[in-house]
């Protein structure tokens, strides 16, 4: 057998350096993350799965802390509740609960966060769709080249990769810069 550890390390580098190609994406996503947040918005994020982990990484990260003492920022992780889900899912369909919830609590001023390593969830393109219709800046973090969501946000970062593990490793990776960004900008 061979050893696949370090066949897995180098697909992990080049994927995470193909990342540089895109900074002015980064810095561009970055500061509406934190435009939102000085002006008094919050930050919604979604995602689907592995996507839906990342998404409650980078609310939980808002909301407590990353690597600084802070003043809380708004965030609210839309996978994060079973009972709004269910509700949602059972009375309008699974491709809607991300939608109904930026409805309900995105307001102009916000910004909602998607996390898809495919692009191709319709729950995720309905929400972004939504986002734009509500005023509420939309950024999503995609791989595989994008998928359906392609095209309906306000700013996107596409993964340069098809490998699902190696897309979600750059997506942590990449939020966990956006905090970095946020907390150096936003006022303690």
């Given at each position: 057998m061979e050893p696949i550890l370090p066949k897995l390390?180098?697909?992990?580098?080049?994927?995470?350096?193909?990342?540089?190609?895109?900074?002015?994406?980064?810095?561009?996503?970055?500061?509406?993350?934190?435009?939102?947040?000085?002006?008094?918005?919050?930050?919604?994020?979604?995602?689907?799965?592995?996507?839906?982990?990342?998404?409650?990484?980078?609310?939980?990260?808002?909301?407590?802390?990353?690597?600084?003492s802070r003043r809380s920022l708004p965030a609210v992780c839309l996978n994060a509740d079973p009972t709004l889900l269910t509700c949602i899912g059972n009375d309008f369909g699974f491709d809607e609960v991300f939608a109904r919830q930026v409805?309900?609590?995105?307001?102009?001023?916000?910004?909602?966060?998607?996390?898809?390593?495919?692009?191709?969830?319709?729950?995720?393109?309905?929400?972004?769709?939504?986002?734009?219709?509500?005023?509420?800046?939309?950024?999503?973090?995609?791989?595989?080249?994008?998928?359906?969501?392609?095209?309906?946000?306000d700013l996107e970062f596409i993964v340069a990769s098809s490998d699902t593990a190696r897309i979600q490793e750059a997506h942590t990776l990449l939020l966990h810069a956006l905090l970095e960004r946020v907390e150096q900008s936003v006022a303690s």
């Amino acid at each position: 057998m061979e050893p696949i550890l370090p066949k897995l390390v180098a697909d992990a580098c080049q994927t995470m350096q193909s990342l540089l190609a895109q900074q002015e994406v980064f810095e561009r996503i970055a500061a509406t993350l934190v435009n939102a947040l000085s002006r008094g918005g919050k930050i919604l994020t979604c995602g689907n799965g592995g996507s839906a982990a990342d998404a409650l990484h980078l609310a939980e990260e808002l909301v407590g802390r990353y690597n600084r003492s802070r003043r809380s920022l708004p965030a609210v992780c839309l996978n994060a509740d079973p009972t709004l889900l269910t509700c949602i899912g059972n009375d309008f369909g699974f491709d809607e609960v991300f939608a109904r919830q930026v409805e309900g609590l995105g307001a102009e001023g916000d910004a909602l966060v998607c996390f898809s390593s495919s692009g191709d969830s319709t729950n995720i393109v309905r929400a972004l769709k939504t986002a734009r219709n509500h005023g509420v800046k939309s950024i999503a973090l995609l791989g595989k080249g994008g998928g359906k969501a392609k095209g309906a946000a306000d700013l996107e970062f596409i993964v340069a990769s098809s490998d699902t593990a190696r897309i979600q490793e750059a997506h942590t990776l990449l939020l966990h810069a956006l905090l970095e960004r946020v907390e150096q900008s936003v006022a303690s």
